[in-house]
């Protein structure tokens, strides 16, 4: 089993940064763990993939939308998973969640949901304009 908790959201306003995290546990977590991502859901709107990384080779993927402004990046232990998000804009307000994908996966669809199988309860960012 994988544990995920996010932490470090808030409110900023617009043109502001914020760095939200993503705590790894469980047993064996490390080795079963291929892929990891940021995804957001704003008000009213359907889930969307914003970040993610490669938790054995590093890559990365971004969705336009944050493209240049949001980084996903982890600790050498890979036990945290951050995104840095800069240049925040009204657009960005959402929870934010945190996801795990293990086994099978397709890098070409890694911000699609259904590759993931573990989720965080979501934490709160809120840009004020």
Do not use: H
């Not at 993927?61 to 232990?77: E, L, M």
């Amino acid at each position: 089993q994988v544990q995920l908790v996010e932490s470090g959201g808030g409110s900023v306003q617009t043109g502001g940064s914020l760095r939200i995290s993503c705590a790894v546990s469980g047993s064996g977590y490390n080795s079963r763990i291929n892929y990891m991502a940021w995804f957001r859901q704003g008000p009213g709107d359907k889930r969307e993939g914003v970040a993610a990384v490669d938790n054995n080779g590093g890559s990365t993927y971004y969705a336009d939308s944050v493209k240049g402004r949001f980084t996903i990046s982890q600790d050498n232990a890979k036990t945290t998973v951050y995104l840095q998000m800069n240049s925040l804009m009204p657009e960005d307000t959402a929870t934010y969640y945190c996801a795990a994908a293990v086994g099978w996966f397709q890098p070409g669809a890694a911000l699609r949901d259904y590759q993931y199988y573990y989720w965080g309860q979501g934490t709160l960012v809120n840009v004020s304009s």
